[in-house]
């Protein structure tokens, strides 16, 4: 049976202590630098970590526009 993780990366599923700190891990080069790593966990050592799958495009995150703001979702597909 394969897992599958949707992962979304919006203020609104979660509240951290500060909001700074939260726009830090809402950015681009951020997420993907975390996928990268997990990429890295994944195919470099023994350890079960989930690891992300790429989108149509080749990449790891697929940036969605949330209404007609200029808002963004980030979000990626992660693979047990």
């Known amino acids: 049976m394969m897992k599958i993780i949707l992962l979304l990366k919006y203020s609104v599923f979660h509240h951290p202590i500060a909001q700074f700190c939260d726009r830090i891990w809402q950015q681009h080069a951020v997420i993907e630098s975390e996928l990268m790593w997990l990429t890295a966990l994944h195919q470099d ?11 149509l495009s080749g990449t790891f995150i697929t940036s969605v526009a949330i209404d007609d703001t200029n808002t963004t979702l980030n979000c990626c597909t992660l693979r047990y």
């Open 45 to 55: 050592t023994d350890l079960v970590v989930p690891y992300p799958l790429q989108n």
